[in-house]
């Protein structure tokens, strides 16, 4: 068997692994859908496109809490009109040497501009309400070379199947996607596509085919060859239909950005608020449609009328129906319906779905009570954040940390990147990592609850045994507690002054104040000096004569 055959076989054994693995997520992922985003469509991809979606739901609570926190997420994390990282070294101390901090403060501007003309913001917020429904969202990172830009693609859930590493990393993704024949013979060599395919590109252009995308870590691969084919992930496109290869190749770093909202130890995908709150969301779904219809009957209710009556009953406004018999009248049906006691019941479903949502935080200041003073905001936003801890973290180091990893590594080898080569100073120490600080006003409010907490409560009981003895002050170094509370703020790094200029400038302000200081007491003497000889002029010379015999020498 030809070696391009074996491969693809082996990538279609490998996907119907990855599918066994998933399918027992569809059925909740399924309910997930039809209550908490039905715009996202079909999981199993059996319905046929341009369906309806949502004639499920009769309360549409999730719905809009979910995007709320996809809004939120991404104006309090990622937002384009803030500054939302930084790079920092790992080592600290590297940070003071000049040309490293200026190569930094470059670096970053080279990935603010690869963001800036991608399509990374508005692909961020599908993003963020997969992860928040689903639990697992999936972007694939690719370099549009054509256009000399990067480009950020949000992939359906229904289309990834993926795997760990032994660390609990996802490192492998299976795409099944559909394009069209003309598609296909665009991105792919039309002499390794099947004959449907080539005869579908000549006839029936827009007819689609099956492809599955495989990203992978290479088992073996030469790290001195710099092709393609020896990269540390490979990348395989596989034709279903057939099972032939299509294409063959690789990435430095894996080109997929995973993040799973919540996850178990002994689980491959993620949890989310939307499986945390699905027995309330479908509680509340069955409420509001049991509700529903008893508002309808409460305006619209079923009429007793008698038999004699009937096909004679007009019950449209203004409908006059004549009877002979007093008594015998039309008359709603009383059916005990107490509506208070259930909407009450579906504001506490509600209010339960809004709290595994965090709405709570994300409408803080609208739903505030009373107005609050800027230190109870920052406090009360600090509170809150803490509370989203696990789930930034993840974020983190799941998505945001490798996706700047990606773009970093596509500018590095990009010929027309502004990323400047990395400064000499930094192979002197044998090379150091670059961690990403993240600035966006959630992360500052976890950073200033647990960075400066400490300080600003130590300093504030100090504060009274420092004026009572000011000695203590010189316990504590204050140059670090002023560098810890404006790094935990979010003061520019090029904003704060290296500490061997800071020394330098306070060695030339005491110089200063030494000269000023001389000047001064030369002064002085010499303005005593004229009144020491104004007064031995006014006694002639004896006080002059009276200082030389108590000193013992001859004044001139």
Known sequence: MPEENRTAKDIMLRLKQLEDIRRPWEGMWEEIIDYVIPRLGDIRGSQEKGQKHGQKVYDGTAITALELLADGFHGYLVSPSMQWFRLRMANRLLEEIPAVKEWLQEAEKALYSAFQRSNFYEAMSQYFLDGGSIGTAAMYIEEDIRNDRIVFSTRHPKECFIAEDSYGNIDTLFRKFKITAKQAKERFDLEKLSDNIKRAAENAPYEEFEFIHAVFPRDEYDEAKKDNLNKPFASVYVQADGQRLASESGYNTFPYSVWRWRKHSNETYGRSPASDALVDILGLNQMSKTLLGAAQNAVDPPMNVPAEQKGKVRLVPHGINYYEETGRMIFPVNQGINYPVGVDREEKKKQAIEKHFKVDFFLMLANAQRQMTATEIVERMGEKAAVLGTTIGRLNSECLNPLIDRIFDIELNKTTSSLQPVPDELYKYGGESIEVDYLG??????????????????????????????????????????????????????????????????????????????????????????????????SDGKLSKLLEEQMGVKLQ
């Open 441 to 538: 006003p959630l992360a500052q409010a976890q950073k200033r609850l647990f960075k400066t907490q400490g300080v600003l409560s130590s300093l504030e009981r100090i504060v009274p045994i420092i004026q009572a003895n000011p000695q203590t002050a010189d316990i504590i170094d204050w140059d670090t507690v002023v560098r810890e509370v404006l790094d935990a703020y979010g003061m520019p790094q090029k904003a704060i002054r290296p500490e061997e200029m800071v020394k330098a400038l306070r060695e030339q302000k005491m110089q200063e104040q030494q000269a000023m200081m001389m000047q001064k007491s030369m002064g002085e003497a010499a303005e005593g000096a004229k009144k020491l000889a104004e007064a031995d002029k006014a």
